[in-house]
């Protein structure tokens, strides 16, 4: 007979994806259209040989990596110790607009769920003065941008490790604990009738809110069936010297990254947006990701791999007086509100409405921002140095919604603009990433007003 831990631990492995699991999955199935990918680059002798060795230890000390995703869409589950080892392509490049197309051609390629949940390319340079460019693509029912950047650097160490002619130690490759779903870790009060009147309440307020807000959004050029999407993607990248220049500004204001970063890119996108008559100011939404790590119980390191991630909304009205400051405060204010009120749980229920709303191009929101922040890993293993990070999820499905995936490693932040085509254009997009930067550079030496902004257009 077998023991309550070894049931229970199967139970883990195998289970039911929830709502906000399966609706990764389907999109998956349908378009390819729902896995996130982050792309590095890695300077030393990183071959294909030592960078397959590499993968099978990762895949050894990540058990979901193990797991594959079965069933018809109404019953998915996770199966055990069914997945092929870890796919890894090899290509070249000539030089970054190719290493970007070869990415974005990478984020659109759907993931074979019953076969594995991640996959690697390695594209090596032409010019040998170049880094090599490591993509890791991942399957978002099973891993986050938070722990697929912690793979990443695993990925690097083990490489670092085994070029050394030695092997990682046992500790480094000793098998995680799978974990519950986000839903299971949720607080217990959460989860009992009372609690699920509470979100059931708070999901028609917070609708009644969006519809009476009539938040501004993109105006979609052209809408097209779910098949005839594909993701796109800008990139921009804001070196040391300004990055430092908006860390020293952050400190001065009280304004956090996450918060300037939400704030320019609703100065960028309002500059699109018609003003009302009524003088009330542009109404605009902005979706925040957010870590649901330190917040379920036990709390769960970046590691350990899960789909545990949410979000949180933050209402503004910017007017031509309104500063930079004061939308970025106003972004950090809702956001500790809606920790202190839970909210981030209350939303993983609703997630497959989201996605059917998703779908007719008709979320209410105005810009979605995933900032992984400085994630503290690690970029020197050996003779290999991760000198940047590009963090992308793919947006095919969603028409007409603007997202920013933000990553600061080595003091370069890197912006990832990502959009569903036609819905937007490419020319559109580089607009408002342009307007963004150009906000973010007048905002590290002082204070911003919308119509400075605009004037400057």
């Not at 509100?337 to 008709?362: E, H, I, P, V």
Request: aromatic share 4%.
């Amino acid at each position: 007979m077998s023991s309550p831990s070894r049931v229970g631990n199967a139970a883990i492995a195998n289970r039911r994806l929830i709502p906000m699991e399966q609706s990764k999955e389907i999109l998956n199935r349908r378009l390819g259209a729902s896995n996130v990918l982050v792309a590095s680059r890695v300077r030393g002798p990183l071959t294909p040989e030592l960078l397959r060795r590499a993968l099978d230890l990762l895949q050894r000390r990540h058990p979901r990596l193990r797991s594959t995703i079965e069933g018809p869409d109404a019953e998915l589950r996770f199966s055990d110790e069914r997945a092929a080892p870890i796919p890894l392509q090899v290509g070249r490049y000539a030089d970054e607009a190719a290493a970007q197309v070869s990415e974005l051609e990478e984020l659109g390629r759907p993931i074979d769920a019953r076969s594995y949940l991640l996959r690697a390319t390695l594209l090596v340079p032409e010019d040998k003065s170049r880094p090599c460019r490591l993509i890791l693509l991942s399957h978002h029912a099973a891993v986050d941008g938070y722990s697929l950047v912690e793979l990443l650097e695993d990925l690097v160490r083990f490489c670092g490790r085994l070029h050394a002619g030695g092997t990682p130690p046992g500790a480094e490759v000793e098998p995680l604990k799978l974990l519950p779903s986000a839903h299971d870790l949720m607080p217990a009060d959460l989860k009992g009738l009372k609690g699920r009147f509470g979100t059931w309440l708070h999901a028609r307020r917070a609708r009644a809110r969006l519809r009476g807000f009539r938040a501004g959004t993109l105006p979609i050029e052209r809408l097209v069936p779910l098949r005839e999407r594909a993701s796109g993607a800008v990139r921009r990248l804001l070196c040391e010297d300004h990055v430092r220049a908006l860390k020293t500004r952050c400190e001065e204001s009280g304004a956090s990254m996450h918060g300037v970063l939400c704030a320019a890119l609703l100065f960028a996108v309002a500059l699109r947006l018609p003003a009302p008559d009524t003088g009330e100011g542009i109404p605009v939404v902005c979706r925040s990701s957010v870590s649901l790590r330190q917040k379920v119980q036990p709390a769960v390191g970046r590691k350990d791999l899960g789909l545990l991630a949410s979000f949180l909304l933050s209402y503004h009205r910017i007017r031509a007086e309104t500063t930079l400051d004061t939308v970025a405060t106003e972004v950090l204010e809702q956001l500790w509100l809606g920790y202190r009120n839970r909210d981030m749980f209350r939303g993983l229920q609703g997630n497959m409405k989201n996605t059917d709303a998703a779908l007719r191009g008709s979320i209410p929101v105005t810009v979605f921002v995933t900032n992984l922040g400085e994630p503290g890993i690690e970029v020197e293993h050996g003779p290999f140095r991760i000198e940047e990070i590009d963090g992308l999820p793919a947006g095919a499905a969603f028409a007409g919604v603007l997202g920013l995936a933000s990553v600061t490693v080595n003091d370069r932040l890197s912006l990832g603009f990502f959009f569903s085509r036609p819905s937007l254009s490419d020319a559109t997009v580089a607009g408002i990433a342009d307007d963004m930067i150009r906000c973010l550079a007048l905002a590290a030496k002082g204070e911003v007003r919308f119509r400075e902004l605009a004037s400057r257009g």
